[in-house]
């Protein structure tokens, strides 16, 4: 395994081979094992480490030690945004490379100008104008670590550009959003249509200016800048699978972003990946992960009203084990798109199907193919052996939850954790606070380096040791196999910035 890895590094590192061509496909998100569009295609970019990392190409080989599993986290001399802390690692083999991928950037939201109007991906020019935005990201890539690095790239400046686009509703925060805006995107004045307009526009609009007015919700900025990060994961996926006609971008990804804007954290997430806040020792979960279980009602009512998109194959309907022939006209557990409990059908021919939803806990999987339901990618993604596509049954819209940094004092322990779940399948939330909180009042709080060795800490103790019998948590627990990537992420940030 080390040789071939070894052997893949090097043409890697010597930038000849397209990320994510390997068919060793980890079972917990993927399988099919579709090949990853025309070998011919070039990656849309090239594999490698997050470039905060700054690694060199010996160390970049160094770290796909599947054996050893070294822990990658910052140098000492590198910054990031409000001092983050960030360490990740290879898993114990289940992929050849790591599919994980993360993201931190500051950047400045700004209306868009004339020449940049229809270019969406720039990079920050850095004049430093603008309204200050910043953001961390953690990608979890399935079957190949294309869409991962794609999205890592350039979701952040999707979410920009969008929110540039509302910039100067955002520079008027003190009022709410108007309900129509004008052709050029300023707002629209409704004062101006006052009078006899009305009556030829719409013989049913209400005129009477008192009641218009308690008919009209009112919404906040706070509700449209959540509109915008949903907008702008949408626009993900969709460029995603635009490219993908030019390019090799294999696989899908689950996303996790943190945006902070305007004195308030905005945590978006689109998968099982995993965010808490830490805060005086208090978990407060910033997030809910997508899972067969957790959205098996979704799935199934999109199972009952698109029969089409289960291919003959599989049934909407969930039974606690398969059924066998001889039970046909049995009665039976089961449980459908409108239920929370189970009750007793007879059995007929149809449910003899696989179902749509079958396993438990990490073991659970859509069409017997993925583990999680929320993510960007996967456009490709097959039912094994079939033409059944799983897309359909995957959102790319995040939830997205909102902590006002503004509303609350924060000390030098209190942080925000972000990880893949190579964390927390071996980890509970109140075990990563413990750990930060001790952690973190052992350091000296003056030191630029204590978040990342907090997160260095809470992935060992994920990740464990290598032992006779596999890595090995102290209390002999088998340890995450998993990539595993952590941001600790201090709440106190905006202070230590000059």
């Known amino acids: ?13 010597g930038g000849m081979m397209p990320h994510g061509h390997h068919h060793h496909h980890h079972n917990h998100h993927s399988g099919g094992g579709q090949p990853c569009g025309p070998d011919s295609l070039p990656p849309r970019f090239p594999y490698g480490r997050p470039d905060f990392l700054d690694l060199t190409p010996e160390l970049l080989q160094y770290s796909t030690e599947h054996a050893s599993r070294p822990v990658l986290t910052l140098k000492r001399d590198s910054r990031l945004p409000w001092r983050s802390g960030y360490a990740e690692v290879i898993n114990a083999g289940k992929s050849m490379l790591n599919e994980d991928q993360g993201c931190c950037e500051k950047l400045f939201v700004k209306k868009p100008s004339g020449k940049n109007r229809n270019s969406s991906l720039l990079e920050d020019n850095g004049d430093g104008t603008g309204i200050p935005m910043h953001y961390w990201g953690v990608f979890d890539g399935h079957a190949g670590s294309g869409a991962a690095i794609m999205a890592s790239k350039l979701l952040h400046r999707l979410i920009r550009d969008r929110l540039g686009e509302i910039c100067h509703l955002l520079e008027n925060s003190n009022s709410a959003p108007p309900i129509c ?6 707002p629209y004045q409704a004062d101006s249509k006052k009078g006899a307009a009305q009556d030829t526009e719409d013989p049913d609009a209400v005129t009477d200016s008192s009641v218009r007015f308690h008919m009209e919700k009112v919404v906040s900025l706070e509700s449209l800048v959540m509109g915008v ?3 702008a994961f949408s626009q993900m996926d969709d460029l995603i699978e635009k490219e993908k006609a030019s390019y090799a971008i294999s696989g899908g990804c689950c996303a996790l972003a943190a945006i902070n804007l305007m004195g308030k954290l905005y945590v978006a997430n689109a998968g099982d990946s995993r965010s808490i806040i830490i805060r005086n020792n208090e978990v407060i979960p910033m997030t809910n992960e997508f899972t067969p279980e957790s959205e098996r009602q979704r799935l199934q009512y999109l199972g009952f009203l698109r029969p089409e998109l289960l291919g003959n194959e599989f049934t909407h309907i969930e039974f606690p084990r398969r059924i066998q022939h001889s039970e046909l006209g049995k009665k039976m557990l089961y449980r459908d798109h409108t239920m929370t409990g189970w009750a007793y059908k007879t059995i007929v021919e149809d ?27 996967d456009h490709e993604l097959k039912v094994y052996n079939s033409n059944i596509y799983i897309k359909p049954f995957l959102s790319c819209v995040p939830e997205v939850k909102v902590y006002n940094m503004d509303e609350n004092k924060h000390g030098p322990n209190d942080v925000l954790v972000m990880g893949t779940d190579g964390l927390w399948d071996v980890t509970t939330d109140r075990e990563v606070a413990d750990a930060v909180s001790a952690y973190l009042s052992c350091c000296d709080p003056s030191d630029p380096m204590r978040y990342t060795l907090a997160a260095q800490d809470l992935l060992m103790r994920s990740r464990g040791v290598l032992k006779e019998r596999g890595w090995r948590l102290p209390n002999e627990r088998l340890g995450s196999g998993d990539d595993i990537t952590v941001f600790v992420i201090p709440l106190a940030g905006p202070g230590t910035e000059t």
């Open 1 to 13: 395994m080390i040789s071939k890895v070894k052997n893949a590094m090097s043409s890697l590192v």
């Open 181 to 186: 805006l004008s052709k050029n995107g300023s």
């Open 229 to 231: 990060i949903e907008t």
């Open 351 to 377: 449910d003899l199907k696989f179902p749509l939803i079958y396993g438990e806990g990490k073991k659970a999987r859509v069409m017997a193919t993925i583990g999680v339901t929320r993510g960007l990618g």
